[in-house]
């Protein structure tokens, strides 16, 4: 299963973004699909995820009401769409698939980060 992330860059406070997970090789409409962030000197961190019927997602404190997640099963797809940009939101951002059907704990799949900055 190949992920990849794109739709980052370089923005300013108040703008918005956004990112688009393309994902391949897999059964896209099964997983549950997350979008994480790490800042630099910070640890990875769950910023947003979607249930795979779109029945139910999750937010972290820090972005709800500014960020959306969303996905396009017919596209294999899922967006973050990231409004009211702030510089704490600076970070690389990758999507990672849950596969229900996987023994592991945790995501499964990671796509390869895309940078946002967000400059006062």
């Known amino acids: 299963v190949q992920l990849q992330a794109s739709g980052g860059g370089l923005v300013q406070a108040g703008d918005s973004l956004r990112l688009s997970c393309a994902t391949s090789g897999g059964t896209f409409s099964r997983y549950i699909m997350g979008w994480f962030r790490q800042a630099p000197g910070k640890e990875r961190g769950l910023v947003a995820s979607?249930?795979?019927?779109?029945?139910?997602?999750y937010y972290a404190d820090s972005v709800k009401g500014r960020f959306t997640i969303s996905r396009d099963n017919a596209k294999n797809t899922v967006y973050l769409q990231m409004n009211r940009l702030i510089p704490d939101d600076t970070a690389v951002y990758y999507c990672a698939a849950n596969d229900p059907l996987s023994t592991r704990r945790g995501y499964d799949y990671w796509g390869q980060g895309t940078q946002v900055t967000v400059s006062s």
């Open positions: 979607i249930l795979s019927d779109e029945s139910n997602a």
